[in-house]
């Protein structure tokens, strides 16, 4: 667990804390500020609640049962049920990751003082992320609209000390026996306050965030494997010049431009297209890769923006309002955010693909300018490099499936009530799973793309400073270079895990200096 602490305060997150929260174990703290905006807020509901009349969420059924006025004896009981009800997820099991991210989010919506909730439940939250207690939550449960109601409901249940959670130490255990074991009294639910906790965004959101982190990472050291594979072919790197891409100013165009042209610095490789075959223009997945690159950065940008203001929201239904009312609202309608997370699926296909058009350029001797087919050692005898890209194409292959969109799905429920819903979370899976498809699908394009520049070192031209930078990272990686045919599965896996972590990034930027 890290030791860093997370302060949570009224006025929403930041991305950087979701994801220190969510994958290095950060504590977190209740502000000050806070607490009195749960404390304020609360004695407006329990106001409320003393009335007669009827208030959504406070003294009413929920969903399409909100006609009905629940008396004073029953609401405990009525809270409780909404939240053992709707935790009726199925499926596998999701990340620990996600579900610290969907409680650690759920807690900012709380502690905003717009929720009606007591202190003493946002700090039993809070305590429960602190001792490491991962709610178990299934795959499948939520449309994207009243929020993420049964991955939530799980969440909401380990409060309760009901249900199933993992400990710190991976095993699951009844989650009564968890939070006893850290000395945390479950709690128990009052007016509102089950409804408050199931009623957001914050798993789309949480996998946004995380997939924007990951994809950050990806897009970056997929510059640097475009720039590698146009060392490779003999491409040439005037198509980077800044002044081409200053006059049509995309930025995420200038900035990957700028990216490979750093990594390419120094190179003895690139600008002999014309020494013995030539050619006029290099093919565009080689040519072109900053336009495809950059635009992908862009979208991403956008997505970050959507993320940002989700991050600052407080989202539930009913909210209570600073002077006091308390409205129903659709806020927790999850459009926004499933509508970035489909798009981020689609630039993440289209990186993927361009990718494998440039690692089957190197491995086919008829376009590869002079290399041995498949990078082969003895062809014909060796395959090299071959089914490499087999694999690779049957990860673009489902990324294309991954990118058609969940959100132009709707599936009505609650008996005609919820009757158009976002399928954000659904987006959020699949864009997990595209996520982890593009980091190999990159690696495999840097396994081959090395290999091809030592291929060309061995002639006795001279690779970039940076390119030697990547290459001798990744082989102390374990992902060996050029020879007679192995078993190529530990190398691929060893080239995943040195894209996944960054490594690829760090191994080249003390020679080009920081990469955007």
Request: with cysteine.
């Amino acid at each position: 667990m890290d030791m860093h602490t997370v302060v949570v305060g009224t006025s929403g997150t930041t991305a950087d804390d979701v994801v220190a929260v969510a994958r290095h174990g950060a504590r977190v703290e209740l502000s000050t500020a806070a607490v009195d905006a749960l404390a304020a807020s609360r004695l407006i509901v329990d106001a409320l609640a003393a009335k007669p009349e009827p208030v959504y969420g406070v003294s009413t059924g929920f969903g399409a049962l909100a006609s009905r006025h629940i008396s004073t004896e029953l609401r405990a009981q009525l809270q409780r049920n909404i939240v053992r009800s709707h935790a009726a997820g199925m499926g596998p099991r999701v990340e620990r990751e996600v579900v610290r991210a969907l409680m650690f989010l759920r807690l900012k919506t709380v502690a905003s003082g717009h929720t009606g909730v007591r202190p003493e439940v946002a700090q039993t939250m809070a305590d429960v992320l602190n001792a490491g207690i991962t709610p178990v939550v299934h795959e499948y449960g939520s449309l994207g609209c009243s929020g993420d109601l049964a991955p939530l409901s799980h969440c909401a249940l380990t409060l309760m000390g009901e249900g199933e959670a993992e400990g710190p130490d991976g095993t699951v255990r009844p989650a009564g026996e968890l939070l006893a074991a850290h000395g945390i009294t479950p709690v128990e639910l009052r007016e509102k306050e089950g409804l408050a906790l199931l009623n957001g965004t914050d798993g789309m959101l949480g996998m946004l965030v995380m997939a924007l982190a990951d994809l950050r990472n990806l897009y970056t050291s997929a510059d640097i494997t475009a720039a590698l594979s146009l060392e490779a072919l003999l491409g040439t790197e005037k198509v980077l010049a800044p002044e081409l891409h200053a006059i049509r100013p995309h930025p995420g165009q200038g900035v990957s431009a700028d990216n490979m042209l750093r990594v390419l610095a120094g190179s003895g490789l690139t600008g002999h297209h014309q020494d013995d075959a030539p050619r006029v223009q290099d093919a565009y997945s080689v040519r072109c890769a900053p336009q495809v690159n950059g635009a992908g950065r862009d979208t991403l940008d956008y997505a970050a923006v959507v993320a940002g203001r989700e991050l600052a929201s407080a989202v539930d239904n009913p909210v209570v309002l600073p002077d006091g009312r308390v409205e129903s609202n659709g806020n927790f309608h999850g459009a926004p955010v499933a509508y970035v997370l489909d798009f981020l699926a689609i630039v993440a296909a289209d990186l993927g693909s361009i990718c494998e058009r440039r690692t089957d350029r190197l491995l086919d001797k008829h376009r590869s300018h002079g290399l041995p087919p498949f990078l082969a050692d003895d062809a014909g005898v060796d395959s090299g490099l071959m089914i490499a890209q087999y694999t690779q194409a049957a990860l673009v292959s489902e990324m294309k499936r991954l990118a058609v969109p969940a959100s132009a799905d709707s599936i009505p429920s609650s008996a005609m009530q919820e009757d158009h819903v976002s399928m954000g979370w659904s987006a959020a899976r699949k864009l997990r799973t595209a996520v982890d498809n593009l980091t190999r699908i990159v690696a495999v394009e840097l396994y081959a793309a090395t290999r091809a520049v030592e291929l060309r070192a061995a002639e006795g031209l001279v690779p970039a400073p940076a390119s030697q930078a990547a290459v001798a990272a990744l082989r102390a990686a374990g992902a060996e270079g050029p020879g007679p045919d192995r078993f190529l599965a530990p190398d691929l896996a060893a080239a995943d895990t040195f894209v996944r972590e960054g490594r690829l990034v760090a191994a080249v930027e003390p020679v080009t200096g920081p990469l955007a």
